[in-house]
């Protein structure tokens, strides 16, 4: 199998794997903003800086520009981290399923 063949079946099977499990990442991404909305409303935040902690926590970057000052707000910033790692957890999960099928299918292929 080519690697034009082998990065589109990728391609494909990570389009697929992620519509399998959209209604989980689209969750967590939900609950990722509403968590940082009600943070920022604690802290008094802008709506823009509110979803850019959001996401900035969620991906685990927190660059420390915005750091939560109230109880509330530094507890949803941690259950804000927690479903990012589990988002990227299952983000990754569905990539390496799809490169593993890619690779499984070129080794059958080519032993045939």
Avoid at 30 to 44: H, S
Avoid at 61 to 75: E, N, Q, S
Wanted: charged share 15%; glycine share 12%; aromatic share 8%.
């Amino acid at each position: 199998m080519s690697r034009r063949a082998q990065r589109r079946q990728f391609a494909k099977g990570l389009y697929f794997g992620l519509g399998v499990v959209w209604p989980v990442i689209s969750s967590l991404l939900g609950l990722i903003l509403v968590m940082g909305l009600v943070a920022g409303r604690f802290e008094k935040w802008s709506l823009g800086d509110t979803v850019y902690f959001a996401f900035i926590s969620g991906l685990t970057i927190g660059y420390g520009d915005l750091a939560p000052k109230t109880v509330i707000a530094r507890v949803l910033a941690i259950i804000i981290g927690v479903c990012g790692i589990l988002l990227m957890g299952l983000v990754a999960a569905v990539a390496v399923k799809a490169l593993t099928n890619v690779t499984e299918t070129g080794h059958d292929k080519s032993s045939k």
